[in-house]
Nanobody
């Protein structure tokens, strides 16, 4: 699975950005897609994920401000980020997760990351 993320950039506090991620390759058994972020000096953290069954989980810090959605095809997701704050500054990574139904083995795939900077 290859993941290509788009849409990062510089935005002022209170502004908005939309990230996109397209998966290609062996996508037929992807169970979950989502976004993680890593700020300088911090660990990578979950931002939002959506399952194949459209169950969605958000980090508490982004609830009410960010919205994750799927595109018209199962291999594309978006992250609409509104009311951005300086603490949202991070490299955002697209993630796809496969879970093998027979063994429950988990495989994670990562995109290259896209930088979001929130600053005046």
């Amino acid at each position: 699975v290859q993941l290509q993320a788009y849409g990062g950039g510089l935005v002022q506090p209170g502004g908005s950005l939309r990230l996109s991620c397209a998966a290609s390759g062996s996508i037929f058994s992807i169970n979950v897609m989502g976004w993680y972020r890593q700020a300088p000096g911090k660990q990578r953290e979950l931002v939002a994920v959506v399952t194949r069954g459209d169950s969605i989980t958000y980090a508490d810090s982004v609830k009410g401000r960010f919205t994750i959605s799927r595109g018209s095809t199962d291999n594309t997701i978006y992250l609409q980020m509104n009311s951005l704050k300086p603490e949202d500054t991070a490299v955002y990574y697209c993630n796809a997760r496969k879970v093998v139904s027979t063994t429950y083995a988990v495989y994670d795939f990562w995109g290259q990351g896209t930088l979001v900077t929130v600053s005046s």
